[in-house]
């Protein structure tokens, strides 16, 4: 798949790139006011404001529709900064392009969805503008991959992704989840893909914008949207989650940028060190899986010569609980020990019945 570097969107300033605004235009005066602030006081590439949106439950803000695309081209034109909003279908494309939207990103109630992809895609043809495309709501890379396959299949060749977090019924801290390794899959798989974050939405509060915003610059990312209010207490969508653009000017400023690698010798030679710790220690955790696997055929096979069933549910239960409490002792998280073992433990039976 053909994507363009990020520097040829012509809106870019710097690494990372920021997209920063309201999460919706609610009146000129609200979103003038809020973008003013932020264009005064930071230092962001690139506008947004959610014109059309998508909620959960009807008769909810659904957004003000065509009015605010003329609020944001006057933005645009009096504060001279370019401006993106979010598309969901033909006509939401055909309104952003004719009031000189510059950016356009798809909403992960979009991604979704392949039949309305395929129609934004369809309206694409022919356009040359960049398309930011958020994750799914569910944690499916390949829906995501489809999405971008579908829009490059009209031609769109600047592209980027944005993760914005997973809806997962796993009780957690955030509106919804990241899912770091996910995000990175998608990226192994198209290597040149920009990929932006929006810690606003995965963490539907302001208090942990900061955080997220710093870990995913960790990790590289070469972008974050972030949501900005003149007044986030107030705000007709995603009040919690919004901060004053003066709180964000606080944000961008303590960010530590890195640098994806160094070419100092001390430095190369201290990763190189903890590497071959790694790789020790990762291979005598497969040869101690391999050994386990072993045993667990062996006691199989035991069982089954003695005519008895091979699942025991009783004992399955005081592995997880117990190598929880092990892991635990570690300081290694519960549920990531319980998915590890539930996954040791699903192999050990496919193996068995095999
Ligand atoms: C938004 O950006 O305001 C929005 C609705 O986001 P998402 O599609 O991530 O829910
Ligand atoms: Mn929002």
């Given amino acids: 798949m053909e994507i363009s570097p990020l520097e040829s969107w012509g809106v870019v300033k710097k690494k990372p790139f920021v997209i920063a605004g309201p999460c919706s235009a609610e009146t000129e005066e609200q979103l003038f006011a809020s973008c003013k602030q932020i264009v005064e006081n930071t230092d962001v590439d690139v506008l947004r404001a959610g014109i059309w949106k998508?909620?959960?439950?009807?008769?909810?803000?659904?957004?003000?529709?065509?009015?605010?695309?003329?609020?944001?081209?006057?933005?645009?034109?009096?504060?001279?900064?370019?401006?993106?909003?979010?598309?969901?279908?033909?006509?939401?494309?055909?309104?952003?392009?004719?009031?000189?939207?510059?950016?356009?990103?798809?909403?992960a109630r979009s991604t979704v969805n392949p039949f309305t992809i395929q129609e934004i895609a369809d309206s694409l043809k022919g356009v040359d503008i960049p398309v930011i495309i958020k994750n799914p709501i569910n944690p499916d890379v390949e829906l995501w991959l489809g999405a971008f396959e579908r829009i490059n299949g009209a031609g769109i060749t600047k592209l980027a992704a944005l993760h914005r977090g997973f809806s997962t019924l796993e009780k957690s801290d955030y509106r919804n989840a990241p899912m770091w390794q996910l995000a990175l899959d998608l990226k192994s798989r198209l290597p040149n893909l920009p990929m932006f974050c929006d810690p606003s939405h995965i963490t539907g509060r302001r208090d942990m914008i900061f955080k997220v915003s710093q870990k995913a610059l960790d990790l590289n990312y070469d972008g974050l949207m972030i949501e900005s209010h003149i007044d986030p207490d107030n705000a007709w969508s995603d009040a919690k989650q919004q901060v004053t653009p003066m709180r964000l000017s606080e944000i961008l400023h303590e960010l530590k940028i890195r640098k994806p690698s160094s070419d100092d010798a001390d430095f190369v030679n201290q990763i190189d060190?903890?590497?071959?710790?790694?790789?020790?220690?990762?291979?005598?955790?497969?040869?101690?899986?391999?050994?386990?696997?072993?045993?667990?055929?062996?006691?199989?096979?035991?069982?089954?010569?003695?005519?008895?069933?091979?699942?025991?549910?009783?004992?399955?239960?005081?592995?997880?609980?117990?190598?929880?409490?092990?892991?635990?002792?570690?300081?290694?998280?519960?549920?990531?020990?319980?998915?590890?073992?539930?996954?040791?433990?699903?192999?050990?039976?496919?193996?068995?019945?095999?």
């Avoid at 006509?91 to 000189?100: D, R, S």
């Avoid at 055929?297 to 609980?321: C, E, M, P, S, W």
């Fill in 54 to 107: 998508p909620r959960t439950r009807p008769n909810s803000f659904e957004g003000v529709g065509e009015v605010g695309l003329q609020w944001l081209a006057n933005v645009k034109k009096e504060l001279k900064i370019p401006t993106s909003t979010e598309v969901a279908n033909p006509q939401h494309v055909e309104l952003a392009l004719k009031y000189g939207v510059d950016v356009l990103w798809i909403g």
């Fill in 273 to 354: 060190e903890l590497r071959k710790k790694i790789d020790r220690i990762d291979k005598e955790i497969i040869e101690s899986l391999g050994a386990r696997m072993e045993i667990v055929k062996a006691l199989g096979q035991y069982k089954k010569d003695n005519n008895v069933t091979v699942f025991d549910v009783d004992r399955y239960t005081r592995i997880l609980q117990s190598r929880a409490e092990w892991g635990d002792k570690l300081a290694l998280d519960k549920n990531f020990v319980g998915r590890l073992y539930k996954l040791v433990h699903d192999e050990a039976i496919r193996t068995v019945e095999g």
